[in-house]
């Protein structure tokens, strides 16, 4: 699995927008990024995925270099909400695209929103 | 549509004691997966379900966790004995079917995690 590395902490002020950055050097041609969230004492939940290109959806956009060795998730506009630790994730699959589905979570980025 | 449900929420149990976790995945999910994290390390893969056959169980720490699933519907974890190092939150996750056709038609389906069941191990 391709290691990811992440900020250990950021900061944002409510309203405006959090991009989270990661590192992803190693990365394979058939490994997707997915970045999962864990708010304090609940399951990690799904946020995003893409393998190339950039994605957005209602939560938030996901940029990724062409090079496809980092990406940045964006969130638009920060809420008190939005304070979690946020894990970006590659996520391997076979020669034939189907996903292995285990997820490799290393110690994320712990955003807090502030006022 | 209900989540991923998990009981019980907290359990303390002795050491050398046994507990069965319980899992409800989303309905249709034939994917199921368990993870743990102990006391300040990160989230870990223990191990991933297809229906009721073991896809991958390299995650188990080792021969006192037994899962099993059933049917293909619900799964239970279950440690025997339990020991002080495995207390933790464990948490259970499901996803539908997750097919590729190479990497352009790939279909993923993003994991539903449940809230965790905290172990306490005295």
């Known amino acids: 699995d391709a290691k990811t590395t992440q900020p250990p902490s950021m900061d944002c002020a409510e309203g405006r927008a959090a991009n989270l950055p990661c590192n992803h050097s190693?990365?394979?041609?058939?490994?997707?990024v997915y970045w999962y969230r864990q708010i304090h004492s609940q399951g990690p939940q799904y946020i995003i995925h893409g393998l190339k290109n950039n994605e957005t959806n209602e939560m938030a956009s996901l940029i990724i270099t062409e090079d496809r060795k980092s990406s940045t998730l964006i969130l638009p506009h920060a809420t008190l909400r939005d304070t979690a630790v946020y894990y970006c994730i590659a996520e391997p699959s076979n020669a034939g695209g189907t996903s292995y589905g285990k997820l490799t979570f290393g110690q994320g980025t712990i955003l807090t929103v502030h006022p | 549509e209900a989540g991923v449900t998990q009981f019980p929420s907290h359990s303390v149990i002795e050491k050398g004691q046994t507990v069965t976790l319980r899992c409800d995945p989303i309905s249709g999910h034939d994917n199921l997966y368990w993870y743990r994290r102990v006391m300040g390390k990160e989230i870990k893969f223990l191990l991933h379900f297809v229906k009721e056959s073991k896809q991958d169980e390299s995650g188990m720490p080792n021969n006192r966790f037994l899962a099993e699933r059933t049917g293909g519907t619900y799964s239970t974890l279950k440690v025997q004995p339990a020991e002080l190092e495995d207390s933790g939150v464990y948490f259970c996750?499901?996803?539908?079917?997750?097919?590729?056709?190479?990497?352009?038609?790939?279909?993923?389906?993003?994991?539903?995690f449940g809230p965790g069941t905290r172990l306490t191990v005295t």
């Open positions: 996750a499901s996803s539908r079917r997750t097919t590729g056709v190479g990497l352009a038609g790939d279909i993923r389906d993003e994991q539903y």
């Open positions: 190693t990365i394979s041609g058939n490994e997707y």
